[in-house]
């Protein structure tokens, strides 16, 4: 057991640190030329127009790793890696409240992870350390955060809850369970969940990461390879593939299941560009863990997508950022089937949307990261 907490936790930080030297100075990656992948999308989809704003009053003090808006108000929750604390505030930044904070007891944290608003309107943010839900009432009209309780799971031994959501139709969870501890090959399983968040029926697999082997016990994600994604939006939960434009979609309360593709790309080719590039953009990643680059010289093809989001009917796609002055965005509209795009700046990450509006975390570096919001213009 404390074997396993280990690899856990040496996974964790790896996780963290990759996502901090994938921020490393984004102004200063040379532009070499533009990615002949990006290059076709912008030919072939209309373009949207976005205003890109920073929270003139947020302090600067605070780190933000995660943010979320409130529904049906003008407030957000952000979470603060300094303090591990969870923040109240406004679309300026103006701090209202503050819980939380570091420790082992109800409420503290050692880790933060994952944020989510459940149908109850609780707010339930993960301690990605001890894998514990600590859960907070949000009194938007006294603009206050107050502790609630806090659930901790109890999965089998090889199974980590990655995210839990509470629905109008009941608690859900998505497993990560390593299936294969000579590869560090991983499946991802969504289950209903019990009042402890603990798993009883299992409803999806879906595939696991592509890994890359640093020693005989440590796996990490392979940052070229296939992953899986996956967002919640009403009742509808949906994940996708990287390397695929091919979207799956499952009701969690008739069961009915769909799968649907709003354009269609081929293999998105390796390059040199591409190799150069993602090498300056992880350089000291590389340099300590020389697998990475192996991986990026080897590859054939490179992902699709970073990332998605869902919300009101509309998903919103991260194409992957391999080089070049700006990355783009996807915006679909289900009604309506447009596919447009946007222009954002190439470390957006962590976004959440509300409305015509993507909040999201500009990065450059561990102490130098800001809340910043896009405004679409249709």
């Not at 399983?189 to 595939?207: A, G, H, K, N, V």
């Not at 990461?209 to 919640?232: A, R």
């Not at 990287?242 to 081929?266: A, D, N």
Request: glycine share 8%; aromatic share 14%.
């Amino acid at each position: 057991m404390n074997f396993l907490k280990t690899i856990f936790a040496l996974s964790k930080l790896f996780f963290i640190f990759y996502f901090l030297l994938s921020c490393k100075g984004g102004g200063d990656i040379s532009v070499i030329s533009e990615d002949p992948f990006i290059r076709e999308i912008k030919d072939s989809t209309s373009e949207l127009n976005v205003e890109l704003g920073v929270f003139k009053n947020i302090s600067p003090e605070l780190v933000p790793i995660r943010i979320m808006p409130i529904p049906d108000s003008d407030f957000l929750v952000v979470l603060d890696y300094v303090t591990k604390s969870v923040v109240l505030v406004d679309k300026t930044g103006m701090e209202y409240s503050k819980v939380g904070g570091p420790g082992r007891g109800p409420g503290e944290f050692k880790g933060m992870g994952r944020i989510h608003i459940g149908a109850d309107g609780l707010l339930y943010v993960m301690d990605s350390y001890f894998r514990r839900y600590n859960i907070f009432e949000i009194d938007v009209e006294n603009t206050e955060l107050r502790y609630h309780t806090t659930i901790v799971p109890k999965p089998d031994l090889n199974f980590r809850l990655q995210e839990a959501y509470v629905t109008e139709s009941g608690r859900f969870g998505v497993f990560n369970q390593i299936t294969d501890y000579q590869t560090g090959e991983n499946s991802y399983y969504l289950y209903t969940i019990d009042e402890t968040f603990s798993p009883i029926e299992r409803l999806l697999e879906m595939p696991g990461n592509d890994k890359l082997k640093l020693s005989q016990v440590f796996f990490i994600n392979n940052s070229v390879g296939q992953s899986t994604y996956w967002d919640l939006d009403g009742e509808w939960f949906y994940y996708i593939n990287s390397h695929s434009s091919v979207i799956k979609k499952y009701h969690l309360k008739t069961g009915k299941f769909k799968t649907i593709q709003y354009f269609e790309f081929g293999d998105r080719k390796n390059s040199s560009y591409n190799i150069t590039s993602l090498n300056e953009i992880l350089e000291r990643l590389i340099e300590t863990n020389p697998p990475v680059g192996e991986a990026i010289e080897n590859s054939k093809t490179l992902p699709l997508f970073g990332g998605f989001i869902v919300q009101d009917n509309r998903i919103l796609f991260e194409m992957y950022y391999a080089g070049g002055e700006n990355n783009i965005f996807l915006l679909i509209d289900q009604s309506s089937e447009k596919v447009s795009f946007m222009e954002v700046p190439p470390f957006f990450r962590r976004y959440a949307m509300q409305g015509h509006v993507i909040y999201g975390l500009g990065n450059t570096g561990l102490h130098d990261r800001q809340i910043k919001f896009l405004n679409i213009y249709q």
